[in-house]
């Protein structure tokens, strides 16, 4: 004889594997969030290394150059970047990355 599951029971599970959804499609959209955001910094970036270029004739040395001179702004709570400049004649490479846990 087959036991059958209570109303109840079966809401209480149904509740729970919508909660579970829910969560998981919550984390995937900060997840996409935090890649746009970082390609979007990375952008950024980029432009305002061109624009320096462009100006002065050279790629900044660093970030801080960038934030100083050219107004570049990023959560940094958020993300890392990492701005390698080699040569004053060749495009920096960046690199953006979203900080784990620092969200608000």
Do not use: T, W
């Amino acid at each position: 004889m087959k036991k059958s599951v209570s109303l109840p029971a079966r809401a209480l599970f149904a509740a729970a594997l919508l909660l579970l959804a829910l969560l998981f499609g919550a984390f995937g959209i900060e997840k996409r969030a935090d890649e746009r955001g970082a390609a979007a910094i990375r952008q950024a970036v980029l432009r305002a290394a061109v624009n320096c270029y462009a100006i002065e004739g050279a790629y900044p040395e660093n970030l801080d150059y960038l934030k100083k001179h050219y107004g570049l702004r990023y959560d940094e709570r958020r993300y890392l970047v990492s701005y390698d400049a080699f040569s004053q004649n060749l495009l920096p490479d960046v690199f953006v990355f979203p900080r784990g846990g620092a969200s608000p």
